[in-house]
């Protein structure tokens, strides 16, 4: 299973090039209007499809090996992180490194729940329908919701009611967040330990 699991990795590594350059020529193939495209075309496209469709599979894989097998999270995360463990003392201040980044981590991840479930928007309203005679109304909301709501068609009020500025959740999207965060473990374990060896 151990060589096996190597074998896949390297596929998948190696692979990386093919499915960028995969990737480009489909998204510049989908601008082709398809009676246009001729036999060989058609052919890359549906091989490019193919690939594509390997990879997210061998992707999905090796995930769930990196989170059940703890023989191969050590071989692929410590390469992949840079971590050395070479004496007593980098095993100590890995721990000390793994703390730091955990703790900040925790603490990025709680401000961004934060913003998600916060909803801000200030919007004027016509002056005979205002509080006192004020026309501006600010409104803030908390959202938590534990799954995507599909859009909803709501009786729209904007005929009455002018946004002015509106806040209703981080702009941007939950690959990002966990793409960022990956990224940011690795750079604050790495300045972690880059600190505590001085």
Request: with cysteine; net charge positive; hydrophobic share 50%.
């Amino acid at each position: 299973m151990k060589r096996f699991d190597s074998v896949l990795l390297r596929i998948f590594l190696y692979g990386l090039p093919l499915i960028f350059l995969l990737a480009i020529f489909s998204y510049s193939y989908d601008s082709v209007p398809p009676a246009s495209a001729s036999n060989y075309m058609k052919l890359v496209d549906n091989f490019s499809g193919l690939m594509f469709m390997s990879w997210m599979l061998l992707s999905i894989y090796l995930g769930i090996r990196l989170m059940f097998s703890g023989v191969f999270r050590e071989k692929v995360l410590t390469k992949l992180t840079f971590i050395k463990e070479r004496d007593e003392r980098e095993v100590m201040l890995t721990g000390k490194a793994a703390k730091t980044t955990m703790l900040t981590t925790l603490a990025i991840l709680i401000f961004l729940f934060v913003l998600s479930c916060l909803q801000i928007s200030v919007y004027s309203i016509p002056s005979e329908k205002g509080v006192d005679g004020k026309a501006t109304m600010i409104s803030c909301d908390v959202k938590l919701e534990l799954l995507e709501n599909f859009p909803k068609d709501y009786v729209q009020e904007a005929t009455q009611k002018q946004t002015i500025f509106a806040y209703t959740g981080l702009p941007i999207s939950s690959s990002a967040v966990i793409l960022g965060l990956i990224v940011w473990q690795v750079v604050a374990y790495n300045d972690s330990m880059r600190h505590f060896m001085k």
